[in-house]
């Protein structure tokens, strides 16, 4: 999951919030109801699957931090049983089930994975003399709660390597839990992973990290109880847990596909997967044992291709591409495959069958996006107009739980063409608050408006209704009864969406319009391993989308930091409303100097602490007018709280 913002800042799902509180209509339980006919409930294969070989778990479901806080609770999901309430769709409730099944579990004589113990997967396999730990998870108090339980029911053994899978942190963050920087340091212990994975750790949501974690909060469902009229998982996983992510960077990369290593006397063969789920990602086969570890390639769901949080595209032609080539590769010979979410596959014709379709689903999604829009549909269009087929789309494991078709093919749109869809109306639009009041005016006026909306909630055509409402909203953020309708067509929509992020999405929407934006998030600071492994110039990047460029207005200036125990300096200069910063020669004139201790520096722009009183102490000095720092630390905005979604900004 793209998701190191969110995962840094937010707040925990688990912690508990506002639920939605309409009931479900008749339109919504014909909705479910259908629904069920079309999918094969009674396949159990998956449930056989996830319980199979299940060793274990905890005696105390609770997990905490240090300062006594949860990070887990192994118990939050024991609701979802027996058969689905109308409240929540019947495939994203058999989802949950089969997510909710938590523990330590064998895979096989040398491979167990604890389940259910965060959004993600932590894998032991066992070597000669220790255990390979692969992808542990987001915090180390959930990756140390995973290994005690192994040790618990396995036996101690030391951790002798660590692999990374991908760059995000739902597959690092735990690392500390499971293994020491010291150990690491010492030679006790390697750290294996993709070539360019600390870059692309660390870099993850820092630049648009506050727009990223504000929607994560929609995404992941963070204000939403755990529950049948609130959140009911994240599709590839439960939630994520909250509590320390930290990082020890690799000390073995992986460059290309086909290189193997012999770890503790495994022998794993590595598949570099580039640009697919993760822009470092790395599949790994087991020869002497058949086993395929796809990390976060192949899901018990269709993924995001662009995540509703936002990141970069990924491409669905390079993801069908490396699943292809993960058949051709391993494909014939594996008998066992687990992954980074979900649940293991078992029997060589099960595998080859799953990554088959799995494959066919994003290549279907690429190609018949591109067919269409070469037709000239536009995004929107093709969104309503695109399904798998139903050869596909009966695979459970390419339902929308995570990904949506609809989502996924406006991504695939965007990747090609952009947000722009040629027509000219769009060159120059209105803002979303001053379109809506005029159309308000146009309709006739929100009361009209409403009423437009009542008659098409009453129809249950929730869409239209929200679309009509969402209008009245934006037009005047103080109409509580346009407000409260519109809340309860997003309670609608969220007990029919199969997508457990579409379900978050509503159902947060629907809080925020009773009940406004949330306070910010404590301490949501990151990560102290990831923020120290910042490249130096990424600091600048981050300085230079924070300045305010009305208040630089057309002032100039040039300044230095130099970082004495790194042995670097960097010219920074402010023109044009622009920062710019490069590698400054020794002995290079700026109008000042500040030198200090790069953790100073971080510490500063992470936390909000003043350097004046390290300048006043020697711990930094200046060069030259010091004035010219005030001048330019306050020309930067700090990061604000919550921002509004559902409504505006003032």
Known sequence: MRRLAAILTASSLLAGGVQAAEAPSAATLKAQAELKKTLPFADRQDFDFAARGFV???????????????????????????????????????????????????????????????????????????????????????????????????????????????????????????????????????????????????????????????RAQYQFGYNLTPGPEGQMSVGIGLAVAKGSTTLIAPTRSIAKTGETLTVDGVKIAFQVTPGTEAPAEMNLYFPDWKILCMAENANATMHNVLTPRGALVRDAKAWAGYLSESLHLYGEQTEVMFTSHGWPRFGGEVVRSYLADHRDAYKYLHDQTVRLMNAGYTGAEIANRIQLPEALARDWFNRGYYGTMSFNSRAVYQRYMGWYDANPVNLAVLEPADEAARSVEAMGGAAKVKVLAKTAHEKGDYRWAATLLNKAVLADPRDAEAKEALARAYDQMGWQAESSLWRNMYLTGAGELRNGVPAPAQGGVGSPDVIANLPSEMIFDLLAVRLNADKAGDASLKVIFAFPERKERWRVTVRNGVLLAEPAGEGEKADATLTLARPLLLQSLFTGAPLASKVMSGEAKIDGDPLVFQRLTGWFDRPSGPFPIVTRPD
Do not use: C
């Open 56 to 214: 274990g778990t905890r005696s105390d479901p609770v997990i905490r931090r240090a300062d006594g806080g949860v990070a887990w609770d192994l118990s939050a999901y024991d609701f979802a049983k027996g058969e689905a309430p109308a409240t929540v769709n019947p495939s994203l409730w058999r989802q949950a089930q089969l997510l909710a099944k938590s523990g330590l579990f064998q895979v096989s004589d040398t491979v167990w994975q604890v389940r259910g113990f965060d959004v993600a997967n932590i894998t032991f396999v066992k070597g000669e003399t220790g255990w390979i730990v692969i992808d542990p998870l987001t915090t180390a108090e959930t990756a140390r709660a995973a290994l005690d339980l192994v040790t618990e029911k396995l036996g101690a053994r030391p951790v002798v390597a660590v692999v990374y899978t991908h760059s995000h942190a739902d597959h690092f963050g735990g690392v500390k839990g499971v293994a020491s920087q010291a150990d690491v340091d010492a030679g006790k212990v390697q750290v294996i992973a993709p070539e360019g994975f600390l870059e692309e750790a660390v870099s993850e949501n820092v630049i648009a990290g506050p727009a990223m974690s504000r």
